[in-house]
T-cell receptor
Framework: DAGVIQSPRHEVTEMGQEVTLRCKPISGHDYLFWYRQTMMRGLELLIYFNNNVPIDDSGMPEDRFSAKMPNASFSTLKIQPSEPRDSAVYFC???????????????FGPGTRLTVL | QKEVEQDPGPLSVPEGAIVSLNCTYSNSAFQYFMWYRQYSRKGPELLMYTYSSGNKEDGRFTAQVDKSSKYISLFIRDSQPSDSATYLCAMRLNTGFQKLVFGTGTRLLVSP
């Protein structure tokens, strides 16, 4: 398996523009997570899905952020409008359950480095 | 106060040294404790996990959990330059959900 795939790997945009980050989880995984990582705040969970349904979006910083998972193999994180303080590395991760048991390993993608000027 | 506290470092050691990385936490309900390793410009990857209190060993790595003190540690024996990375602790409740709470990470530098 190719692992979790994220695109783009780097994004530079200007304040006010819409940004869309994309993620393809590992096939067969039923959980998908979006994280944001900065030096100051570390790795923060933004939202996670189970079987394509959003379970907890309490980490989404504000209404400018939205996430969707239209099917089991694709998710997007959108920022509209973007602001300089959104500059960070955004990670997507996936994991799976088996017979109701939640495994602790989350498989992370390579991340998207976002810079908002 | 953050739920999970971790010294950001950097921690610089010579090759062969024993390294001790630590996290403290405030939520006594956490039951699963993990250590992730993150190389520069990469995503984190799971190194070890333990359930509840006790020790777990895997090669040169030992994870230790002291729930009474709300303190977890990762020890690396015979450290190698390839161990240079950021180490993040993470923990979660004993429920069906997989929400992890991460520390901010400690950057480790092992010099040859």
């Amino acid at each position: 398996d190719a692992g979790v795939i994220q695109s783009p790997r780097h994004e530079v945009t200007e304040m006010g523009q819409e940004v869309t980050l994309r993620c393809k989880p590992i096939s067969g995984h039923d959980y998908l997570f979006w994280y944001r990582q900065t030096m100051m705040r570390g790795l923060e969970l933004l939202i996670y899905f189970n079987n394509n349904v959003p379970i907890d979006d309490s980490g989404m910083p504000e209404d400018r952020f939205s996430a969707k998972m239209p099917n089991a193999s694709f998710s997007t994180l959108k920022i509209q409008p973007s602001e300089p303080r959104d500059s960070a590395v955004y990670f997507c991760a996936s994991s799976f359950t088996l017979a109701g048991f939640s495994y602790n390993e989350q498989f992370f993608g390579p991340g998207t480095r976002l810079t908002v000027l | 106060q953050k739920e999970v506290e971790q010294d950001p470092g950097p921690l610089s050691v010579p090759e062969g040294a024993i390294v001790s990385l630590n996290c403290t936490y405030s939520n006594s309900a956490f039951q699963y404790f993990m250590w992730y390793r993150q190389y520069s410009r990469k995503g984190p990857e799971l190194l070890m996990y333990t359930y509840s209190s006790g020790n777990k060993e895997d090669g040169r790595f030992t994870a230790q959990v002291d729930k009474s003190s709300k303190y977890i540690s990762l020890f690396i024996r015979d450290s190698q330059p390839s161990d240079s990375a950021t180490y993040l602790c993470a923990m979660r409740l004993n429920t069906g959900f997989q929400k992890l709470v991460f520390g901010t990470g400690t950057r480790l530098l092992v010099s040859p």
